[in-house]
T-cell receptor, first 115, second 116 residues
Framework: EAGVTQFPSHSVIEKGQTVTLRCDPISGHDNLYWYRRVMGKEIKFLLHFVKESKQDESGMPNNRFLAERTGGTYSTLKVQPAELEDSGVYFC?????????????FGPGTRLTVT | AQKVTQAQTEISVVEKEDVTLDCVYETRDTTYYLFWYKQPPSGELVFLIRRNSFDEQNEISGRYSWNFQKSTSSFNFTITASQVVDSAVYFCALSDYSNSGYALNFGKGTSLLVTP
C-alpha cells in the first residue's frame, strides 16, 4: 500500500510569488490534514478535510493560504502571494474514520523556502 | 495555551548511553491519545507509538520504552543503549476531542544527537 505522498519535496520561490503544494493521501483515507513547521517551532495544525469538506481551517495563518480537496482525493495548498514568514516544512497526513481511532500517517513534507 | 511541553530542546549523548525524552501534556478531555514521532535528518515524520488515555500500561519495543503516567500528565520516552542512528528530532503529540478530527497538537520537539 502506498503511503502519503507530497509534491514537490522542496520549493524555493521569491516573495510575492505563488506556490501550490500537493498531497496524495493513502487510498481510502477520508481524513486529510495539513500541518506546518516553521523553523525552530512546533508543528502546527493548519486544517482538516473529511473527504472534500473542510471541517476545520482554524489553523490557517491568513487568507493568503487556500486549501482544496476536489473529489475527496488529493489536496492542494496554495500560498498566494508568498511571504518570507511562510518558509517552513509543510506536512500532510491522512487517516481512517471512525473519529477517535486516529492514527495519522504523514507524508515526507514539502520544504518551502521564500526568499 | 500550549498543550504539549517538551522541555528539553537538545540532548547530546554518547553511543550506548540511555536517554529519556520528557513530555508533559495538558487536556480537559478524559479520552485522548498520545503519540511519539521521530523526524530523522531526511525530514519525514515516522510514527513510533500511540497510547490512549485508558491504557496506562508501559510499553517496550526493542530499545524503546514509554512511561505513561496520568497522575503527572507525562508520557516519557526512553531509548536504551542509544545508537548514532537514533539521532533525530523527536516529537510528542496529543490528540483530543477539542481538535477537529482529533488533529495532533505537537510539542516543540527534542533534538537528540548521539555521538560515537
Amino acid at each position: 500500500e502506498a503511503g502519503v505522498t507530497q509534491f514537490p519535496s522542496h520549493s524555493v520561490i521569491e516573495k510575492g510569488q505563488t506556490v501550490t503544494l500537493r498531497c496524495d493521501p493513502i487510498s481510502g483515507h477520508d481524513n486529510l490534514y495539513w500541518y506546518r513547521r516553521v523553523m525552530g517551532k512546533e508543528i502546527k495544525f493548519l486544517l482538516h478535510f473529511v473527504k472534500e469538506s473542510k471541517q476545520d481551517e482554524s489553523g490557517m495563518p491568513n487568507n493568503r493560504f487556500l486549501a482544496e480537496r476536489t473529489g475527496g482525493t488529493y489536496s492542494t495548498l496554495k500560498v498566494q502571494p508568498a511571504e518570507l514568514e511562510d518558509s517552513g516544512v509543510y506536512f500532510c497526513a491522512s487517516s481512517h474514520f471512525p473519529e477517535g481511532v486516529n492514527e495519522q500517517y504523514f507524508g515526507p513534507g514539502t520544504r518551502l523556502t521564500v526568499t | 495555551a500550549q498543550k504539549v511541553t517538551q522541555a528539553q530542546t537538545e540532548i547530546s549523548v554518547v553511543e550506548k548511553e540511555d536517554v529519556t525524552l520528557d513530555c508533559v501534556y495538558e487536556t480537559r478531555d478524559t479520552t485522548y491519545y498520545l503519540f511519539w514521532y521521530k523526524q530523522p535528518p531526511s525530514g519525514e515524520l515516522v510514527f513510533l507509538i500511540r497510547r490512549n488515555s485508558f491504557d496506562e500500561q508501559n510499553e517496550i519495543s526493542g530499545r524503546y520504552s514509554w512511561n505513561f503516567q496520568k497522575s503527572t500528565s507525562s508520557f516519557n520516552f526512553t531509548i536504551t543503549a542509544s545508537q548514532v542512528v537514533d539521532s533525530a528530532v523527536y516529537f510528542c503529540a496529543l490528540s483530543d476531542y477539542s481538535n477537529s478530527g482529533y488533529a495532533l497538537n505537537f510539542g516543540k520537539g527534542t533534538s537528540l544527537l548521539v555521538t560515537p
